[in-house]
Structure formats: C-alpha cells, structure tokens
C-alpha cells in the first residue's frame, strides 16, 4: 500500500470519480472533497501529502482554499497542485503567489497526472528546497525555517510559502549570485514551467515587505541577498 495520501477537491463528481479511481490504481489514499470549506476540514483530519486542488469552484474558491491552508499550522507545509482547465482566465502568478506547488491543465491523460504527481511527492523524499534547520538574523531581520516564519524589528511579516523560500534560498548564502534557473530549480522544481517574471514578482513582494536593502538585483543574472 502507498502511503502517501492525497486529497483531490472539485466540485464536478466525475472529475472526483475518474481522477479518484486512477489515483487508487497506483495504490495512494484518497480522499475527496467537493469544495473547498469541506477540503479545509478534511484536510486537518487527514493530513494529506499532496492536495490536489481544482481552481474554479463555488463559494471558497481554489485560491481562497489555499490560501486559508497556508495559515493553518497542522497543514500549511502540504504540497498543493491547482487543477484548471485550460479555457480559464487564470493567472498561474497568482496561483503560486497564494502558496502553490505546482498547476496543472485539465483534462489531463491520467498517466501523465501521476507522472507529475510522483514528481511532486519525491520533493518530500528528496527534502527539496532550503534547509530546514535552525533560524537566520541579519540587521533586524529573522527568518525562522522551523516555523516558516519572518520577523522584521521583532514584529512579524506574513509571507506565502514561495516567497518564503525564495528569501530563505538566497539568505542561505549571503553574497552569492543565485541565477534565475538555480532559484526556479530549488524553489519550484524541475517538473514546473513558470517563467523569470514569476521570480521577479516575488522578488518584488518580498521587497515590499521587508525592504530593499537586502535583496539586490543582478541585470541579466539573478540576485544575491546583502546587506547594502
């Protein structure tokens, strides 16, 4: 038995039945849920690896849903997938900006979703990303990689998961010219197509939060953290 657990949320019920049913053929536990309040509460219970999220739906919306999520200790490191279909007018910027792993186009073939979900899951196996140990403090600023957390002066900055490494990536090793594609790779993966203006944007929002004397632009590079 797989002992990866993944919650798949959507409001359409054969959505729910054919990706349900392909995702016990590969012997996951699942469990589903048809909007997002419901996936919220099933999720705390269940503890789900991976959450496979539908974008479009009534009430709490996709974005809303992992938004809440990501404020939610018990759950809030969990991998979310957003499922969308592609006709949507849907912003994939605002989708990892709201604390997402990765974005996925439906209808999907069923062989290639399990390709991208085994790749997803493999980041917990391969503790991908940032180190996760201990604290880092420079002039006023803490970033805590137990908690996810970031302080500023003492008082505390709230920051979606990406952003968060992102910091955590390039304060890691101060100096250090961290190029677009190193930040992508060790942020997002190797298995999810964004762009560099879904790094500038955070870059950006970042700024915007703790300020610009930390993180300093290399034209036509990446950026380094320094203190100015």
Excluded at 47 to 60: E, N, S, T
Excluded at 156 to 163: L, Q, T, V
Aim: a neutral charge; hydrophobic letters at 40%.
């Amino acid at each position: 038995m797989n002992t990866h657990r993944i919650l798949l949320v959507d409001d359409e019920p054969d959505i729910l039945e054919f990706v349900g049913y392909n995702l016990k053929k590969e012997d996951f536990q699942v469990q589903t849920a048809s909007n997002g309040q419901d996936a919220i509460e099933i999720a705390k219970a269940f503890k789900p690896h991976l959450i496979l999220l539908d974008v479009m739906m009534p009430g709490l919306d996709g974005i809303e849903t992992c938004e809440q999520i990501r404020n939610i200790p018990e759950i809030k490191h969990t991998l979310i997938a957003f499922l969308t279909a592609r006709g949507e007018d849907y912003s994939q910027v605002a989708g990892f900006d709201a604390g997402a792993d990765d974005y996925i186009s439906k209808p999907i073939k069923p062989k290639i979703l399990v390709s991208r979900i085994k790749a997803l899951l493999r980041r917990l196996q391969t503790n991908g990303g940032p180190a996760r140990e201990g604290s880092m403090e420079f002039n006023g600023l803490e970033i805590n990689l137990e908690k996810y957390q970031v302080r500023k002066d003492g008082e505390k900055i709230a920051m979606p998961r990406k952003e968060f490494e992102t910091l955590s990536l390039l304060a890691s090793k101060p100096g250090k010219v961290f190029t677009r594609e190193e930040i992508l790779e060790t942020v997002w993966g190797r298995d999810v197509v964004v762009g560099d203006r879904t790094i500038d944007v955070h870059v950006r929002k970042i700024r915007e939060k703790i300020g610009d004397k930390y993180i300093h632009t290399i034209k036509g590079v990446g950026y380094k953290f320094e203190l100015a």
